[in-house]
């Protein structure tokens, strides 16, 4: 079970009481009692323990300890995709989030085209993983973006890899922060990819096969992570 759960900021060290969502969550669907004792985070790196003092209501009444500061991770790694049916990018943002993405990128392209939007349930899918997997500092979801608008954008690192069957072997060593973009089932259509190209993305192979979208995206990841700890 999860002990770490993240509210908008800290309370102030000292009796308070929780409402909202993550009171009804930990009052109703975790049923936590007096003296259970939990880790509440803002999800930029702030975060303290508290004790359950009684629940009931839709609030948890709670004793908040000091504030502190997380360590934070050194490696910083963006993560583009073609944006795929919504569940299997629900998968993507959850499994995602454990491996370590710092930002999500979801996008339109030729042969990906809105299909309404998720952002609320993708930052709750990231709250919840990120409890999980005990990790202090919720990645950030950007808002769907165009292809196009996504290459013009200064926040992306300019260490840049495209997942590419026809591209060399991921680095051993990789001195990030760092962009990987993947494309649709199919591919990118060939006028994106060479605009990516241009746009500084290396092609890089993650294997011998065809992967979809959401594989892709977690396994040229965890390489490039891999690849940040080794540098």
Known sequence: MA??????SLPNCGGTVLVGEVAHHL????????????????GKGNECTARV?????????????????AISTPFSLHVAFAAPRWTRADWLLEHGTEVGITTFWPLWTERTRPQGGRQDRWQKLVRAAAGQCDRAFLPEVREVTEFAEFLRAPEV?????????????????????????????????SSERE???TAGFVPTGLGP??????TAALVGASALLLAMQRH
């Open 3 to 8: 002990r770490r759960y993240f509210v908008d």
């Open 27 to 42: 009052a109703t669907v975790l049923r936590m009692r007096p003296g259970d004792e939990l880790l509440l985070c803002d």
């Open 53 to 69: 003092e009684r629940s009931g209501g839709g609030k948890v009444a709670i004793q908040a300890g000091e504030a502190r500061r």
């Open 157 to 189: 690192p300019t260490l840049r890899f495209l997942a590419d069957g026809h591209g060399a072997p991921c680095p051993a060593s990789v001195a990030g922060p760092a962009a990987l973009l993947v494309g649709p089932e199919g591919g990118f259509s």
């Open 195 to 197: 605009q990516a190209i």
């Open 209 to 214: 096969h065809v992967l979809r979208t959401e």
